[in-house]
């Protein structure tokens, strides 16, 4: 057996001064009054959000049946990149005025348009059911995540999704 080495010197502790509160400037975090300020504007613009959704939603009803229609692998694809791309705004606002579900469905489509291997193209009758999904979210003006219907939906369009991929 091999002896350990002995430190001859103790350990030294160096404390390296924090320069962060010199670069930001006075203050101290997070300014209470802009986030109360922000969550009001979200709130007065959540009424708008909904109408807004609304249109967004018969839009990408609109691109699913342009997908169903395409006459060919170009279009198709076309369809598809317009149909990713609403659903991606979709999700990303969708949370922030309340509407979980939404933001999970929405959420799922990408993932599953995400997920394809390259040079595979969407499953029309995929798209439907997501877009039919949202169609219901809005008539019913399910908030939130629905639930455990909602929970239900989500995983029914995340198993579809997983069975047209790997097919």
Same mark, same amino acid.
């Given at each position: 057996?091999?002896?350990?080495?002995?430190?001859?010197?103790?350990?030294?502790?160096?404390?390296?001064?924090?320069?962060?509160?010199?670069?930001?400037?006075?203050?101290?975090? +997070?300014? %209470?009054?802009?986030?109360?300020?922000? %969550?009001?504007? +979200?709130?007065?613009?959540?009424?708008?959000?909904?109408?807004?959704?609304?249109? $967004?939603?018969?839009?990408?009803?609109?691109?699913? *049946? $342009?997908?169903? /229609?395409?006459? /060919?692998?170009?279009?198709?694809?076309?369809?598809?990149?317009? +149909?990713?791309?609403?659903?991606? $705004?979709?999700?990303?606002?969708?949370? *922030?005025?309340?509407?979980?579900?939404? *933001?999970?469905?929405?959420?799922?489509?990408?993932?599953?348009? $995400?997920?394809?291997?390259?040079?595979?193209?969407?499953?029309?009758?995929?798209?439907?059911?997501? *877009? %039919?999904?949202?169609?219901?979210? +809005?008539? /019913?003006?399910?908030?939130? %995540?629905?639930?455990?219907?909602?929970?239900?939906?989500?995983?029914?369009?995340?198993?579809?999704?997983?069975?047209?991929?790997?097919?």
């Amino acid at each position: 057996m091999s002896a350990k080495p002995v430190a001859s010197e103790e350990a030294q502790i160096i404390q390296v001064p924090n320069a962060l509160p010199a670069k930001l400037g006075p203050g101290k975090g +997070i300014d %209470d009054a802009l986030v109360e300020r922000a %969550d009001q504007a +979200i709130e007065q613009q959540a009424g708008s959000f909904l109408e807004r959704l609304v249109e $967004e939603v018969q839009h990408l009803v609109r691109l699913t *049946t $342009e997908l169903e /229609d395409a006459p /060919d692998q170009a279009a198709l694809s076309a369809a598809q990149q317009k +149909i990713y791309a609403a659903n991606h $705004e979709m999700r990303g606002e969708a949370g *922030t005025y309340g509407f979980a579900l939404v *933001t999970g469905i929405a959420n799922a489509l990408c993932r599953y348009v $995400e997920g394809l291997p390259t040079g595979t193209l969407a499953v029309p009758a995929v798209v439907r059911a997501h *877009t %039919d999904a949202l169609r219901a979210v +809005i008539r /019913d003006s399910v908030s939130g %995540d629905g639930g455990a219907a909602g929970k239900e939906l989500l995983q029914g369009l995340q198993l579809l999704a997983e069975k047209m991929q790997n097919r």
